[in-house]
């Protein structure tokens, strides 16, 4: 009989999040080092290539992949003949590995979770409570995935209840345009169709702990309808021309995985969910024996790859003009240096609220730039943990009063901006850039300093001014209100010319 003891299984948990917050898993790596290889697209060429120089750094350094450490979730399969040496409930012993994992001294997570979800909206602080699956299944071992899944990617997850005679293909094409870039493509879509609504969507985010395996299933063909979607799906998915970031090119998509159950006569329930740039989950299995030991991979698994800044311009933020600013093109790659404010959603709550009454700012923004980032705590000598963008069209509502009446004349963050923010930096020649989603620990390698400025309560949503030398981002928005998210994928799914071009 298989007893598992109460320790081994929470520091096995433990261990799994701190595992995946610093390791790809390897065919995640080889997929997308193939499609770098495949890209035409620079810029979409480029994004790929920082997030694997990204995901090597974070391996060789025991950082996180991404300053979004994500929600944290647990699948397990418990074998019907294991016995339990403890008297707590299964959940919680996962919350415990979960809450050791995040406050690791050596490598802490960032927090993300929040209780009083609709009202104060308060930070559990240890990223607790975590989401956990229970199967029973015939045996005497307990397989347990553990997975972080970012907050951007996961706000972009589609259901939808079709009819029947409705095509699942059709459907998949009309909302991954909607998706935006905001889940941090190249990454995989896993859907989950039949059963229930509740049966799909937990299917579909099962799918998504499969290893990436498409083209072995291309080499082989497919043998069943879902085998046959997933080839379908991919090809027209990737033909949209998205690319990696939003920026244009040939591979939004890695795999795609598809599962199936039996529904109603009159239903087609459809589930689907992204899974980003920082892909992360790993599986083992506990037989009795002790904790899970995960081997750390060789970096032999990634390749060695430099990235190329000889296109980029260099910008100084402390000395910069609307007169410079008006000479940037969408699309073009600049390296920042200087000082750049962050802030994110409640701090920009809390400027706009101040403005409002008439209250004065505790930080002048005229003529600065801000970077939408809730960067993970530093250890050791850094100067901050991984700083990755966030997604900026959570800002959208606050750009005209920022620009209009504070002075801010530029932002960086990540994906596109929809139509009034862009009429905004339009109006006010103003400009918007994005860094690489996923590339987290890279871009923390740019800042040089880091000091509170504002709001120090707000904790990782706090103001503080960066000190950063050769920052790499594109410019998203012109002076013109030119946009790369719309002119780039236009052009390579023009290119790639399998679906027609709609115009605007
Ligand atoms: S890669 Fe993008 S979507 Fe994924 S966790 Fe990081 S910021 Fe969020």
Request: glycine share 14%.
């Given at each position: 009989m298989t007893i598992i003891r109460e320790e081994d299984f929470i520091q096995s948990i433990a261990d799994g999040f701190q595992y995946i917050s610093c390791y790809h898993p390897p065919d995640f790596i080889r997929e997308m080092h193939a499609a770098y290889l495949r890209e035409e697209s620079p810029a979409a060429k480029d994004a790929m290539a920082q997030i694997l120089v990204n995901s090597r750094m974070a391996a060789e350094g025991h950082?996180?992949?991404?300053?979004?450490?994500g929600i944290a979730l647990a699948f397990i399969r418990v074998g019907m003949q294991v016995t339990w040496d403890t008297k707590r409930p299964l959940d919680e012993l996962v919350n415990e590995g979960v809450r050791r994992a995040y406050t690791d001294k050596l490598n802490p997570l960032r927090a993300s979770v929040l209780s009083d979800v609709d009202g104060?909206?308060?930070?559990?602080?240890?990223?607790?409570?975590a989401v956990t699956h229970v199967e029973l299944v015939p045996g005497d071992k307990v397989e347990v995935i553990v997975a972080a899944k970012g907050g951007g990617s996961e706000n972009k997850s589609k259901f939808a209840m079709l009819l029947p005679s409705d095509s699942v293909v059709d459907w998949v094409l009309s909302v991954v345009p909607t998706m935006g870039a905001d889940w941090c493509p190249p990454g995989m879509l896993s859907l989950g169709i039949g059963g229930s609504p509740e049966k799909a969507m937990l299917m579909a985010k099962w799918g998504?702990?499969?290893?990436?395996?498409l083209h072995e299933l291309r080499a082989r063909g497919p043998r069943n309808r879902a085998e046959e979607l997933r080839l379908e799906i991919h090809d027209k998915v990737n033909a949209l021309g998205i690319g990696a970031q939003g920026l244009?090119?040939?591979?939004?998509?890695?795999d795609v995985k598809v599962t199936e159950y039996p529904t109603h006569a009159v239903s087609k329930p459809v589930a689907l969910l992204p899974n980003c740039a920082a892909s992360r989950h790993v599986h083992f299995v506990l037989d009795g024996s002790g904790p899970a030991k995960l081997e750390a991979p060789s970096l032999d698994d990634w390749p060695k790859l430099t990235l190329d800044l000889s296109t980029s311009r260099r910008v100084n933020l402390d000395t910069i003009t609307k007169e410079e600013i008006a000479t940037f093109k969408a699309g073009d790659r600049l390296l920042l240096s200087g000082k750049l404010l962050t802030g994110r959603d409640a701090a920009h709550k809390r400027l706009v609220d101040m403005m409002s009454r008439g209250e004065k700012l505790p930080v002048d923004l005229r003529g600065r730039f801000i970077y939408y980032v809730g960067p993970v705590e530093a250890v050791?000598?850094?100067?901050?943990?991984p700083a990755g963008p966030t997604t900026s069209s959570r800002m959208d509502r606050f750009v005209e009063p920022l620009l209009a009446d504070a002075g801010l004349i530029g932002m960086v963050g990540k994906s596109e901006r929809g139509p009034a923010a862009t009429e905004s930096i339009r109006k006010h020649g103003a400009l918007y850039c994005i860094a690489v989603g996923g590339a987290a620990y890279l871009v923390s390698k740019a800042i040089r300093g880091s000091r509170m400025v504002a709001f120090?309560?707000?904790?990782?949503?706090a103001i503080r001014e960066f000190d950063v030398k050769d920052m790499p981002v594109t410019v998203a928005v012109d002076a013109a209100g030119n946009a790369v998210h719309k002119t780039g994928p236009a052009q390579w799914r023009a290119r790639i010319g399998k679906i027609p071009v709609a115009v605007a």
């Open positions: 950082r996180p992949i991404c300053q979004d450490t104060k909206r308060k930070n559990t602080g240890d990223n607790t409570p998504m702990m499969e290893p990436l395996d244009g090119g040939l591979s939004t998509v890695l050791g000598d850094e100067v901050v943990g120090e309560d707000l904790g990782m949503e």
